[in-house]
């Protein structure tokens, strides 16, 4: 009868670990998928903030029908930093770069906080495939890369 026992508990230690094992596995991949939405929602956020500037006029401090001069110091948002040449911005959720701007369209990347993985320069792209890509023109807007 003890050895059954002993067995039974050791079973049990097993079952234990292995769904101890698989919960923490479920967390972190919800976790990373949470920061996926929130920098897909802030890109969103981003590319509305930017429609709203190109048809504002000059004189309201928009584009006047351009995209031209576009950076994050001339749209409401919520960032943490933001760059000295207002091109690259961070929040808890990611950091955020806009790297193209034509008269025609601005160019944004974002990087989820969970690729960045602590203090860095904002100025640069850290990752190099886990990063949304997306073109914002005057009425659309474009994704070209998005992380599984």
Same mark, same amino acid.
């Given at each position: 009868?003890? /050895? /059954? /026992?002993?067995?039974?508990?050791?079973?049990?230690? =097993?079952?234990?670990?292995?769904?101890?094992? #698989?919960?923490?596995?479920?967390? *972190?991949?919800? +976790?990373?998928?949470?920061?996926?939405? !929130? =920098? @897909?929602?802030?890109?969103?956020?981003?590319? !509305? +903030?930017?429609?709203?500037?190109?048809?504002?006029?000059?004189?309201?401090?928009?584009?006047?029908?351009?995209?031209?001069?576009?950076?994050?110091?001339?749209?409401?948002? $919520? !960032?943490?930093?933001? +760059?000295?040449?207002?091109?690259? !911005? @961070?929040?808890?959720?990611?950091?955020?770069?806009?790297?193209?701007?034509?008269?025609?369209?601005?160019?944004?990347?974002?990087?989820?906080?969970?690729?960045? *993985?602590? $203090?860095?320069? #904002?100025?640069?792209?850290?990752?190099?495939? &886990?990063?949304?890509?997306? =073109?914002? +023109?005057?009425? &659309?807007?474009?994704?070209?890369?998005?992380?599984?």
């Amino acid at each position: 009868m003890g /050895q /059954q /026992q002993l067995l039974l508990v050791i079973l049990v230690a =097993v079952l234990v670990g292995i769904a101890t094992v #698989i919960a923490i596995t479920v967390f *972190g991949d919800a +976790s990373n998928s949470m920061n996926n939405d !929130a =920098v @897909r929602q802030d890109l969103i956020t981003i590319s !509305a +903030s930017v429609q709203s500037y190109v048809q504002k006029p000059p004189m309201l401090g928009g584009g006047g029908g351009s995209f031209d001069g576009f950076t994050f110091h001339k749209i409401a948002f $919520p !960032a943490d930093e933001i +760059s000295e040449d207002g091109l690259h !911005a @961070r929040n808890a959720n990611g950091v955020y770069h806009v790297y193209s701007v034509t008269p025609t369209e601005v160019g944004l990347w974002g990087e989820p906080m969970m690729e960045v *993985g602590g $203090p860095v320069d #904002i100025s640069t792209l850290v990752s190099d495939s &886990d990063y949304f890509d997306l =073109v914002v +023109s005057k009425d &659309d807007i474009v994704w070209t890369n998005t992380p599984d």
